[in-house]
């Protein structure tokens, strides 16, 4: 499942190790609300986890905000297409 555009309940992360399972990263991001979706890149270190709204995705940024997973910091952002950044 794709992100959607301009939607505040999904969020960009990346910085975790390649070898990574979504599993894993579920199991770190559950704990903020009821995960919708998660998916990542296959060996990139990055993907998108969308929540059930937009408070979860808000406390989930607040909530990983320097935390260390499997030896790495985080980055968590709410996922923002590049065409709509340009607007």
Do not use: C, W
Request: without cysteine; hydrophobic residues 40%; glycine residues 10%.
């Amino acid at each position: 499942m794709k992100p959607v555009v301009g939607d505040m309940n999904t969020l960009f992360i990346k910085g975790f190790p390649s070898d990574t399972t979504e599993d894993e990263l579920l199991e770190e991001f559950k704990h903020f609300g009821l995960v919708k979706n998660l998916s990542t890149v296959p060996g990139k270190g990055f993907g998108f986890v969308s929540f059930e709204n937009s408070s979860q995705a808000e406390d989930a940024i607040i909530g990983m905000r320097d935390r260390i997973f499997k030896g790495n910091f985080l980055i968590i952002d709410l996922y923002e297409n590049k065409n709509s950044r340009a607007l």
